[in-house]
């Protein structure tokens, strides 16, 4: 009887991980959304794990990134976030099976930015030219 409580304990925080993980994507989801992006893909997360030297430790630590892709102007913009912030970030553009870092990472972006960043002289990542259409939404 006491290997069957043992057992819940290990399942239900687990499940409230998930959920936890979930509402944040969604979440981040509807921020996109308000930002004015009509095109946002499905969310996923990432664990970027980190570790530092602090004296003779290292330390180990990890973060969860949501992250989410939508198309602007015929390219796929991959927006990222922590899961403990309240911003985002313009992250990779994913073109032709590569997802080159976006130069500076704009935060915050609005659609409207988003386009004028596209429009604009700023620097691009390698690839841009090619998914760029002026012309789509």
């Known amino acids: ?16 991980v998930v959920t936890a993980c979930s509402s944040g994507q969604d979440q981040f989801v509807k921020e ?21 030297k602090v004296g003779k430790r290292t330390v180990k630590s990890s973060q969860r990134i949501f992250e989410v892709t939508v198309r602007v102007k015929g390219c796929d913009l991959e927006f990222a976030k922590t899961a ?5 970030w313009l992250d990779e553009l994913h ?11 704009p935060e915050n972006l609005r659609h409207a930015d988003a386009v004028a960043l596209l429009a604009g002289n700023r620097p691009k990542p390698p690839g841009f030219a090619s998914c760029y259409r002026p012309d789509l939404p």
């Open 84 to 88: 403990d912030s309240s911003g985002y």
């Open 32 to 52: 996109l959304r308000s930002a004015g992006f009509t095109t946002v893909g499905e969310p996923r997360t990432d664990t970027e794990k980190k570790s530092k």
């Open 1 to 16: 009887m006491h290997g069957m409580k043992r057992g819940l304990l290990f399942v239900l925080p687990l499940a409230l």
């Open 95 to 105: 073109v032709n099976g590569q997802e080159p870092d976006w130069p500076e990472y």
